[in-house]
């Protein structure tokens, strides 16, 4: 799970009442709430077709290009390396969130943690497609096409964490609503279960 932002001590308490949620924000404050707007809608959608694309690219390509053994040697230690950096990063994000929804970390350390490890997450994800055009995956096989949809399930997944990281931070200062705990805890789930499922298949497929 790839939650983007800073700030608030403790989950959640109650949901959100009628009374306004902070004063309004001016100088130096309001452009930092600027700054950490969430993304709008249709740009999370841009991002999603143009990750489907690029895969479908990979996807394409991998039929086209026929890889010596030292370049598939390098191409599938490139790979491990990805995933061991992707994973990992993922996996200290989504920790840390579990920890904040059993109230043993404050909502700021998920959201720094996850500001920190965002780059290497992506670069890891990058790095897993780029190099398996270069393993000759099996395309008519039923469990590579299952593997393909993951990763797409864990690119929209991790866009929309950003998204909602981008919410959480609104509440830095006050009690996060519970929709909101909810939703992320569904989030980490699914980011979970995404990678490691990934990983199983490729495991399955390498053998």
Same mark, same amino acid.
Request: charged content about 15%; glycine content about 10%.
């Given at each position: 799970?790839n ?5 608030q001590?403790g ?6 009442t ?5 004063p309004?924000?001016?100088g130096p404050?309001?452009h930092?709430r ?11 959608m ?5 990750s ?6 990979v996807?394409?390509t991998s039929?086209h290009?026929?890889p010596?053994?030292?370049l598939?040697?390098v191409a599938?230690?490139v790979?491990?390396a990805a995933l061991v950096v992707?994973? *990992?990063a /993922?996996?200290?994000?989504d920790?840390?969130?579990v920890l904040?929804? &059993? #109230?043993?970390?404050?909502? !700021?350390? %998920? ?9 290497p997450?992506?670069?890891g994800?990058?790095?897993?497609v ?6 000759s ?8 096409l299952i593997k393909?949809?993951i990763?797409l ?5 991790g866009?929309y964490a950003h998204r909602?990281?981008r ?11 519970? *929709?909101? /705990? ?6 980490a789930?699914i980011?979970q &279960? #995404?990678?490691?499922?990934? !990983?199983? %298949?490729?495991?399955?497929n390498s053998?």
């Amino acid at each position: 799970m790839n939650l983007t932002s800073e700030k608030q001590p403790g989950p959640p308490a109650a949901p959100h009442t009628g009374a306004p949620e902070r004063p309004p924000a001016v100088g130096p404050e309001a452009h930092e709430r600027t700054e950490h707007a969430p993304l709008p809608s249709w740009s999370l959608m841009v991002l999603g077709v143009l990750s489907s694309l690029a895969l479908a690219a990979v996807c394409w390509t991998s039929g086209h290009v026929h890889p010596d053994p030292a370049l598939r040697a390098v191409a599938r230690f490139v790979h491990v390396a990805a995933l061991v950096v992707s994973l *990992g990063a /993922v996996l200290a994000v989504d920790w840390f969130a579990v920890l904040w929804l &059993l #109230g043993r970390r404050r909502l !700021t350390d %998920i959201l720094s943690t996850a500001a920190t490890l965002q780059g290497p997450i992506w670069a890891g994800l990058a790095g897993l497609v780029a190099t398996g055009m270069f393993l000759s995956p099996d395309l008519t096989s039923r469990l590579t096409l299952i593997k393909l949809g993951i990763v797409l399930v864990i690119t929209f997944n991790g866009l929309y964490a950003h998204r909602l990281g981008r919410h959480l931070d609104r509440y830095r200062d006050a009690s996060v609503p519970r *929709g909101l /705990v909810f939703r992320s805890g569904v989030t980490a789930a699914i980011s979970q &279960l #995404g990678w490691w499922g990934a !990983t199983l %298949i490729g495991h399955l497929n390498s053998q």
